[in-house]
């Protein structure tokens, strides 16, 4: 096999054209076999087998950048630069499913979140300029998906300034991010997609021309230097070069030898150029372009043969949410539901089929989509806004001041909240509790089961004059959690019985992490500790009662899913204080630091963030308190 000959990229310099054909077949058998094993982005990373066999043929990685906006299609990168070992993709200790600085010196943006690579490209285009590196080049790949956030034309508005700074935009084109790409833009580039016909027009015209005597020549000669206009006309890709951005293509993104003429051309050039390449995500693979939704953008565990999932899954907290936003859509005609690019993942897609004028896909523009449910809000409407908790840092300043402060009713549905593993540190959702604690006016809601959501986002909607948000985590939804009482707006899920009147530990319980609780408090009372387990349900703001109940008790625990500096371990303290009650308080999360991918139950275990670790640290908390700490109260838990 050539693919196992191929150790770096420079070992392509010695394939001849036919060999990197077969090379290309040999990619996508391998990623076919190997990501149906282990899930994964399979979808994108067959559509650009070709374009990056061409980028590490033309460009010398590591010296010059070949940077990949998202990273979910560096797959491929990964094999060109000797990591061929996909037998651990995104577990514990194997590859990570993004580019990794820890991985390979090839590997420079690891942050996999969207429409970020144009600016990394600036400023490693100026740095090279700054530092006289005249022999370093810069070619940054972006999808036409990413080119709808904003952050890439704010990029792309610096980069066109310098007319004379070289650096490579690679366009690649396939019509979708996650789903079909929307919008303006992509309206733009399909023209540019459909639009031969200048190309045509030319040869055919100079085939003519030359034979017509004495004229002729001159005739072409003013046709070709027309070219501007008539490519306006036929072709109009002048939206980029208006910008100032030399524009080739666009290029079949699946012809080696036009797409490393293309780059060839682009990296000989003395300023920034646009390289527009027309891909096919899931190329090569029937079951992926068969699939309309996302083209097997990611998988789980597939049969190879026939794309199908190799068990049944289970129901998600995401599919909970899509039927319930179905249910209340046909009650309220004023329900509409906003995505950025993830109209599938998020669970919307159920909701877009039922009320299809009711439904917005902003792009990857995650700000536009706050600031334009702000809009909707106070023209009368309820906006339910879906998206990853880790992409809601995006708009944090929209809903800030726009929705909070404008005191509009939008819904924000955060899904995939806390560890999430797989995807790595960028997609873990552990700084959402925290960064919206500061948000004055906004309700923050965590269910704890699949009951809960669906009336924790009835209660949510119900919300006209400041924002909302309900959270839930990544995969199955698990078993109900039943309440067996109610203080204040906080469901009992344990209490301590009637002979005890003064009960060791209030352990308050947030969202999903309802069973790791009760779990911890039947390990407490096996020691001989008394526990009330309350789900505030709503975690901001704290419930008035929760100070008052943590008075009758001894020791106060929060235990959530969420990074521990501002998180609701932080609120319920300072409620606490504000209201006058000295009770020790421990506040068990995540730690402030970025987490390697794993199974999400390896990084609780690694975290500290399991039953029997926190049960052994309350334990010694209370003998402390009762002045008899013993040094390894651990095999008592245990």
Not at 308 to 316: D, E, F, I, N
Request: proline fraction near 5%; include cysteine; glycine fraction near 10%.
């Amino acid at each position: 096999m050539l693919l196992t000959r191929i150790k770096g990229p420079r070992d392509l310099d010695r394939l001849s054209q036919e060999e990197l054909i077969q090379l290309a077949a040999e990619i996508r058998s391998f990623l076919v076999d190997a990501v149906s094993k282990t899930g994964g982005h399979l979808g994108p990373n067959l559509g650009v087998v070709e374009l990056t066999i061409a980028l590490h043929r033309v460009f010398e990685s590591p010296k010059d950048k070949v940077l990949f906006d998202t990273g979910h299609q560096a797959y491929v990168h990964k094999l060109l630069t000797g990591r061929q070992d996909f037998a651990g993709l995104r577990t514990k200790n194997g590859l990570s499913g993004y580019p990794s600085r820890a991985e390979s010196d090839h590997d420079v943006i690891e942050n996999s979140h969207a429409s970020t690579v144009l600016g990394w490209a600036d400023g490693l285009a100026k740095a090279n300029e700054v530092l006289g590196r005249e022999d370093h080049h810069v070619a940054a790949v972006i999808g036409d998906g990413a080119l709808t956030g904003g952050m890439a034309w704010e990029a792309l508005n610096n980069i066109a300034a310098a007319k004379d700074r070289p650096l490579v935009i690679v366009v690649n084109d396939n019509e979708r991010s996650y789903g079909p790409t929307i919008g303006g833009l992509a309206n733009h580039l399909a023209t540019l997609r459909t639009t031969d016909g200048y190309e045509r027009f030319l040869a055919r015209g100079k085939e003519i021309l030359e034979r017509t005597p004495v004229v002729g020549k001159p005739l072409f000669e003013t046709l070709h230097g027309a070219k501007k206009g008539l490519k306006d006309f036929i072709a109009p890709q002048g939206m980029f070069e208006d910008l100032g951005l030399k524009y080739i293509g666009p290029i079949d993104g699946h012809d080696i030898e036009a797409l490393e003429s293309a780059l060839q051309r682009a990296k000989r050039f003395s300023g920034p150029v646009i390289v527009h390449c027309l891909t096919q995500k899931g190329r090569g693979y029937t079951p992926a372009l068969e699939h309309e939704a996302d083209r097997f953008h990611a998988v789980g565990v597939i049969h190879p043969d026939t794309g199908l999932p190799v068990k049944t899954a289970a129901a998600s907290w995401t599919s909970v949410f899509a039927d319930e936003m179905v249910k209340i859509g046909h009650e309220r005609p004023d329900i509409v539901g906003i995505t950025a690019a993830m109209l599938h993942p998020v669970g919307l897609n159920k909701f877009a089929e039922a009320f299809p004028d009711r439904i917005y896909d902003v792009g990857i523009a995650e700000q536009h989509g706050a600031t334009s449910a702000a809009g909707l809000a106070t023209g009368g409407v309820h906006p339910v806004f879906a998206v990853y908790a880790t992409f809601l840092n995006r708009a944090f300043d929209q809903v800030l001041m726009d929705v909070a402060l404008h005191k509009c009713g939008v819904t924000f549905v955060l899904d995939r909240a806390g560890v999430t593993g797989d995807d790595g540190a960028s997609h873990n959702g552990m700084w959402d509790m925290s960064i919206l604690q500061v948000v004055p006016g906004l309700r923050l809601a965590a269910p704890r089961d699949a009951e809960q959501l669906r009336a924790q986002l009835r209660e949510a909607v119900e919300v006209k004059d400041a924002p909302t948000v309900v959270r839930f985590s990544k995969g199955v939804v698990g078993p109900a959690v039943p309440a067996v009482g109610r203080i204040g707006g906080m469901d009992v899920l344990r209490a301590p019985g009637a002979e005890v009147t003064r009960p060791d530990v209030l352990l308050v319980s947030v969202g999903a992490l309802a069973p790791m609780c009760l779990e911890i408090a039947d390990l407490l009372d096996k020691q001989g500790i008394s526990t009330t387990v309350v789900d505030p349900r709503w975690v901001k703001p704290v419930d008035e009662a929760l100070a008052p109940l943590a008075d009758r008790h001894r020791v106060v625990v929060t235990v959530e899913d969420n990074g521990r500096a501002g998180g609701v371990g932080s609120a319920v303290s300072q409620a606490l204080r504000d209201a006058g009650v000295d009770v020790p308080l421990r506040d068990f999360g995540i730690p402030q630091r970025f987490l390697d991918h794993a199974l999400r139950k390896e990084i609780l275990a690694e975290i500290g963030l399991t039953a029997p670790d926190i049960a052994r640290q309350v334990t010694g908390l209370v003998a402390k308190l009762d002045g008899r700490y013993d040094s390894e109260p651990a095999a008592a838990v245990d």
